[in-house]
């Protein structure tokens, strides 16, 4: 299966991935990282396909994410190693993002002022982050040592040295204030709503791990 070059659609924001993950293992720092770990790949679409575990469609325009495939591959450390379980984590909830409120409801709404609209999209992910924050009591996760504290993410190939802390900055960087403004293409009982399913499918999974 032929991991896709292109990538478009903005899944779940570093902030949701956080609330969940502190749903699901509050006591667990490297749940929490290993749950941001996927999204190291910022603005490098190639390397986002490959983080996501991502296919073209036969469309060849959209695309699925198969957290089977790293299940598959990190079939034993998912048994004990937090990080990666947090990482397959964040493929679950991604997918989840795509199957019931990217594809169903945001694509549909493409067809006209695209780019505005796409605009808007990305504009509520930063609008929610304080609100999602303040929603879950969430705070800061303190930078990590990644050799020291995260050994068990060196397993990871697609993770690197350096993208551990890089990723938690950016998730201290989501704490930041924005300019208050309405939101537009989301809502925030609609991402309460998401954050719920996620946890019940996450932990339907990690417990059926074998």
Not at 26 to 44: K, Q, R
Not at 71 to 82: D, G, I, K, S
Not at 134 to 143: F, N
Not at 171 to 179: A, G, K, Q, S, T
Request: net charge negative.
């Amino acid at each position: 299966m032929q991991l896709t070059r292109k990538v478009a659609e903005k899944m779940g924001s570093r902030m949701m991935h956080y609330a969940i993950a502190q749903q699901l293992a509050p006591e667990s720092t490297a749940f929490s990282i290993g749950s941001l770990a996927p999204d190291v790949s910022g603005h490098n679409f190639d390397f986002k396909s490959q983080t996501h575990y991502m296919t073209l469609n036969d469309d060849g325009k959209t695309r699925s994410i198969h957290p089977e495939m790293f299940a598959e591959e990190y079939q034993q450390q998912l048994l004990l190693n937090m990080f990666v379980r947090g990482y397959y984590a964040h493929l679950l909830e991604d997918k989840v993002w795509l199957d019931t409120v990217f594809n169903p409801v945001i694509r549909p709404q493409l067809g006209t002022q695209r780019e505005q609209k796409l605009a808007a999209y990305y504009a509520d992910f930063h609008t929610l982050n304080l609100m999602i924050a303040e929603r879950y009591a969430l705070q800061p996760l303190p930078v990590p040592d990644f050799k020291h504290d995260f050994a068990g993410a060196q397993g990871v190939r697609e993770i690197g040295e350096g993208d551990v802390p890089q990723v938690v900055r950016d998730l201290r960087e989501d704490f930041e204030p924005v300019p208050k403004r309405q939101l537009v293409m989301l809502s925030l009982d609609q991402i309460e709503q998401y954050i719920n399913t996620c946890v019940q499918v996450v932990q339907d999974h990690l417990s059926a791990l074998k």
